[in-house]
């Protein structure tokens, strides 16, 4: 099982960054994904959530990102995206996807993630 994320890179404030998150070694469409958050000092938080296929594909997040960020899946490319809209200096992190399916849908909780990517750096500044 493999996770890796790319698409993260320097912005100024109010611009856009697309990550992809393409995965490996399991079937994407049976699984939840994540995204989650970590800056420096700060716990690991989440961003946004999709259910699995069968789960209905439900998304959901964080209220702080909240009609900015879009979480969407492509599963014959087996990769997860998230759109990063109108950035914010606080958005600023190190972005992960993570994979699921111990709950009926996917949650924003890290202990519900079994495995997880490298991570990807976001960087918003003037």
């Known amino acids: 099982v493999q996770l890796v994320e790319s698409g993260g890179g320097l912005v100024q404030p109010g611009g856009s960054l697309r990550l992809s998150c393409v995965t490996s070694g399991f079937t994407l469409e049976f699984y939840h994904i994540g995204w989650f958050r970590q800056a420096p000092g700060k716990e690991r938080e989440g961003v946004a959530c999709?259910?699995?296929?069968?789960?209905?594909?439900?998304?959901d997040y964080a209220d702080s990102v909240k009609g900015r960020f879009t979480i969407s899946r492509d599963n014959a490319k087996s990769t997860i995206y998230l759109q990063l809209n109108s950035l914010k200096p606080e958005d600023t992190a190190v972005y992960y996807c993570?994979?699921?399916?111990?709950?009926?849908?996917?949650?924003?909780?890290?202990?519900?993630?079994?495995?997880w990517g490298q991570g990807t750096q976001v960087t918003v500044s003037a």
């Open positions: 999709i259910s699995s296929d069968p789960s209905g594909g439900s998304t």
């Open positions: 993570a994979r699921s399916f111990m709950t009926p849908r996917a949650t924003m909780i890290p202990s519900d993630y079994d495995y």
